[in-house]
């Protein structure tokens, strides 16, 4: 059964980091290119980052730009999203999601991109 299940959300000060992590069972990791979502309270779900397959490229959203940094660790078969410089704003629900490898290991951050979905981490910035 594939199953992805996301950990590392918790509660943080504004400024603070906080470190996800997606672990995959049930398949490898390393042939799926890797999304982060988030869902805030009455907003629409947004696309954070991906990551393409191994040596791929990866996306961010502009939002999270220079402050959050997705990467792979393929031996652990997990998906990590570090996040710095935390703002109220990003307090979701954060998802990851894994989808089709794509021409020249290019990611896009669009949910219609991905086939597989974990249930969640709730990550909350308190200012």
């Known amino acids: 059964q594939l199953q992805l299940v996301e950990s590392g959300g918790g509660l943080v000060q504004f400024g603070g980091s906080l470190r996800l992590s997606c672990a995959a069972s049930g398949f490898t990791l390393d042939y799926y290119a890797i999304g982060w979502f988030r869902q805030a309270p009455g907003k629409e779900r947004e696309g954070v980052s991906c990551?393409?397959?191994?040596?791929?490229?990866?996306n961010y959203a502009d939002s999270v730009k220079g402050r959050f940094t997705i990467s792979r660790d393929n031996a652990k078969n997990t998906v990590y999203l570090q996040m710095n410089s935390l703002k109220s704003e990003d307090t979701a629900v954060y998802y990851c999601a894994a989808g089709p490898r794509r021409l020249g290991n290019v990611c896009y951050i669009r949910s219609h991109e991905y086939d597989y979905w974990g249930q969640g981490t709730q990550v909350t910035v308190s200012s």
């Open positions: 990551i393409g397959t191994i040596g791929g490229s990866t």
